[in-house]
């Protein structure tokens, strides 16, 4: 939450406080109400025109310029994670995956594989050293989603971290 507290950008969804539920153990987010997400439009009416994919995209790589310059990875884009508010801006948001890299450190050497499986890097599912590049790779994967309508590689059938690192090493 800490993270999300201090990130301020118009193409970042904004945090507005958490509340801690401790008889549950669970936690509540508050974040900007914004009603559409690239799924949910695909879902509703179907692949992107190339002029709205290139608009998306653009928006989403500000985004990026922003955390990436503030040391940040996002780890999970995908359509769900991409909202689009009334007005067309488009704000990245579920940042439980994103991590902070530290000031000395060029890529994450914990080989934590996390974010979904049909947008994650190579590196991340063979549990390679990664960094900020990650996001690029996952962000093409949804420029292919909102182009065609489908997550990359979901012809392949191939629904498991596992089975999709299997395919790479072929």
């Given at each position: 939450m800490e993270l999300m507290r201090q990130l301020k950008h118009p193409n970042i969804v904004c945090y507005l406080g958490a509340e801690l539920h401790a008889a549950e153990r669970t936690i509540s987010i508050f974040q900007e109400w914004v009603p559409m997400s690239v799924t949910s439009l695909l879902v509703n009416f179907g692949p992107f025109k190339e002029r709205?994919?290139?608009?998306?995209?653009?928006?989403?790589?500000?985004?990026?310029?922003?955390?990436?310059a503030k040391r940040v990875v996002h780890r999970d884009i995908k359509g769900s994670n991409i909202l689009i508010d009334d007005r067309g801006v488009v704000k990245l948001c579920d940042f439980g995956a994103s991590k902070m890299l530290d000031l000395n450190q060029l890529g994450l050497g914990d080989h934590t594989r996390v974010g979904s499986p049909?947008?994650?890097a190579p590196e991340v599912l063979l549990r390679q050293e990664y960094g900020a590049q990650v996001?690029?790779?996952?962000l093409a994967g949804a420029m292919l989603e909102m182009a065609t309508g489908n997550p990359p590689w979901a012809t392949l059938n191939l629904r498991t971290p596992v089975a999709l690192k299997e395919w790479i090493k072929r």
């Open positions: 709205r994919v290139v608009q998306v995209t653009r928006q989403i790589l500000e985004g990026l310029v922003y955390l990436h049909y947008f994650m996001d690029i790779w996952s």
